[in-house]
């Protein structure tokens, strides 16, 4: 699995080889994956998004861009204004936003302009993902605020569920192309 190791460690860790544990982060992203599946169900893209704040729940939302007929009703957006909202204040500093797909350049732009201090997030995002896979939003120094990141969190839960949102869609043939392989 690439990029498990690199996962594990701590941007700023990483040279010393220190693996950070990801447990303590599974709850929170259980949570965001059972916010994505309700998606799903109203024939949504399934991403789910949680904020917390000092351990702390105080946002979760998925994606409702169909439902709201909104293109910036992403999880990761609803969340964020659910939790300033919340707290009073559009400056998340102390919170850690979990969502279930890497965010889009949109979302990644919405993070840092919120000072979100920490990125969890499931799967990577080979069409949009602004975090790692096709734009470095979060750490990119010209920016005035840096994210940590901590991909890969259940990971394969996310993908697995976006998958078969997919497939489910592209039904009968792609039904007939998992009978074949
Ligand atoms: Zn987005």
């Given at each position: 699995m690439r990029g498990l190791t690199m996962s594990l460690l701590r941007p700023a860790e990483a040279e010393l080889d220190m693996p950070v544990d990801l447990a303590p982060a599974e709850a929170p992203m259980r949570l965001a994956l059972q916010s994505a599946e309700q998606a799903g169900r109203s024939g949504e893209v399934p991403v789910g998004?949680?904020?917390?704040?000092?351990?702390?729940?105080?946002?979760?939302?998925?994606?409702q861009r169909e439902c709201l007929n909104d293109p910036t009703a992403h999880a990761e957006i609803i969340a964020m204004r659910a939790a300033a909202a919340a707290l009073g204040s559009?400056?998340?500093?102390?919170?850690?936003?979990?969502?279930?797909?890497?965010p889009c350049p949109m979302c990644a732009g919405a993070v840092v302009n919120a000072r979100v201090r920490r990125l969890f997030y499931g799967c990577d995002d080979p069409k949009a993902g602004a975090?790692?896979?096709?734009?470095?939003?979060?750490?990119?120094a010209r920016l005035n605020h840096q994210v940590e990141v901590f991909p890969g969190v259940l990971a394969a839960e996310s993908s697995a569920?976006?998958?078969s949102f997919f497939m489910r869609l592209r039904r009968p043939a792609a039904d007939l192309r998992v009978a074949q392989r």
């Open positions: 998004a949680v904020v917390v704040v000092r351990g702390q729940v105080v946002a979760v939302a998925h994606n559009w400056r998340l500093v102390d919170a850690d936003l979990y969502v279930t797909m890497e975090v790692r896979t096709l734009f470095r939003l979060l750490d990119d569920l976006l998958k």
